[in-house]
């Protein structure tokens, strides 16, 4: 396949950020449990023609005059045609097929360095945020993040996965907090208290050897309980690494 000029991965990128936004709304309007469910899908048929909005970009950005899913929109039945149930199941089509769609725009571009930019970020900014109280195990500090893959609209087992991926390495067993595999990519996370900085460290360079036999990119998340003075030198024998990134949460 021909090489993207740069102006078309912009375009390219922009559509992945709208078609991501379109998906996300829609579980947002499947999930939202304030609402009652009469009367909660009934922009069932709006969705529905805004995602044929998108298959028709797509099929001009990937210059693909088929292979691209749409509705028949005069074979969905109008509001106050049908029953909630029936809005809320086409509702559930339209986000499987944006999900598919997306997919076939992320294939098109290598997307996936900026991704991982994106996750880095997203931690860095909104972890904190959800911790209210400090933490007294690594457990609290996971339990946080996933509750941010999933307002994310990430989901279990699909998206990503939570202490799976076990493997053996020199002897010892290995597991993930997390992993998302179309990022080629672990978590860890790490509760930093007194005294265990040095420990870390070796842990984490452990870490690295093993999970480098597995995975291309690595994320640890440090929550710093008041120790790490120095940020840039923690960071840096560890970001030595290609495809290695540390961020550090200070509670």
């Not at 950020?17 to 899908?41: K, M, P, V, W």
């Not at 909005?53 to 088929?66: C, M, P, T, W, Y």
Request: charged share 30%; with cysteine.
């Amino acid at each position: 396949m021909a090489k993207n000029t740069l102006d078309e991965t912009r375009e390219i990128k922009v559509l992945i950020s709208q078609i991501r936004a379109f998906c996300e709304t829609i579980q947002d309007i499947l999930h939202n449990a304030h609402t009652a469910e009469i009367g909660r899908y009934s922009s069932y048929k709006d969705m529905a023609c805004i995602y044929n909005d998108f298959a028709e970009q797509v099929k001009h950005v990937l210059k693909v005059s088929s292979m691209i899913y749409t509705f028949n929109i005069a074979d969905i039945p109008g509001y106050g045609n049908a029953v909630w149930g029936v809005e809320k199941k086409i509702l559930e089509q339209v986000l499987i097929s944006a999900k598919m769609l997306l997919a076939s725009v992320e294939g098109s571009i290598d997307f996936v360095d900026d991704e991982f930019d994106n996750i880095e970020n997203f931690f860095s900014s909104r972890l904190r945020t959800v911790i209210f109280n400090k933490p007294d195990k690594e457990v609290e500090v996971q339990n946080a993040i996933e509750s941010l893959l999933l307002g994310r609209g990430l989901s279990k087992g699909t998206d990503y996965d939570r202490e799976s991926g076990k493997f053996e390495f020199s002897g010892k067993e290995y597991i993930p907090d997390f992993i998302i595999s179309k990022l080629n990519l672990c978590i860890e996370v790490k509760l930093l208290r007194d005294g265990r900085k040095s420990k870390m460290i070796e842990e984490i360079s452990a870490d690295i050897t093993a999970y480098q036999k597995i995975y291309q990119r690595q994320l640890y998340i440090v929550y710093d309980l008041g120790v790490i003075q120095n940020e840039a030198e923690f960071k840096g024998d560890i970001e030595k690494f290609e495809g290695v990134r540390v961020i550090i949460i200070k509670h």
